[in-house]
Nanobody, 120 residues
Framework: QVQLVESGGGLVQAGNSLILSCTAS????????MGWYRQAPGKQREMVAT???????NYADSVQGRFTISRDNAKNTVHLQMDSLKPEDTAVYYC??????????????WGQGTQVTVSS
């Protein structure tokens, strides 16, 4: 069984910063891609940022230059540094991991989500 546990959400004023963290635990053979997605009320879930085991990153255009994703492979942890937050960043943020529980088995797992609210 694999669990992804997120932390770091909350209420912040526009222009300020937050850091989200997510740790994967359980029966993990290896983790390929980790990332953050978000879903605002009435909208579809969208990719925010992803990072490969080798450190390659990908960002949504809306957060490029403001958000930074990083990863600690030894701790199965991914972080999202969010700077210059805007009210439109308000959403539930979900951690995601594409990982192997065995050499042959690759699955996608999701965290429970953490609320980020940015006030104007």
């Amino acid at each position: 069984q694999v669990q992804l546990v997120e932390s770091g959400g909350g209420l912040v004023q526009a222009g300020n910063s937050l850091i989200l963290s997510c740790t994967a635990s359980g029966s993990i053979f290896s983790i390929n891609v980790m990332g953050w997605y978000r879903q605002a009320p009435g909208k579809q879930r969208e990719m925010v940022a992803t990072i490969t085991s080798g450190g390659g990153t990908n960002y949504a255009d809306s957060v490029q230059g403001r958000f930074t994703i990083s990863r600690d492979n030894a701790k199965n942890t991914v972080h999202l540094q969010m700077d210059s937050l805007k009210p439109e960043d308000t959403a539930v943020y979900y951690c995601n991991a594409n990982l192997r529980t065995t050499y042959w088995s690759t699955q996608r797992y999701w965290g429970q989500g953490t609320q980020v609210t940015v006030s104007s």
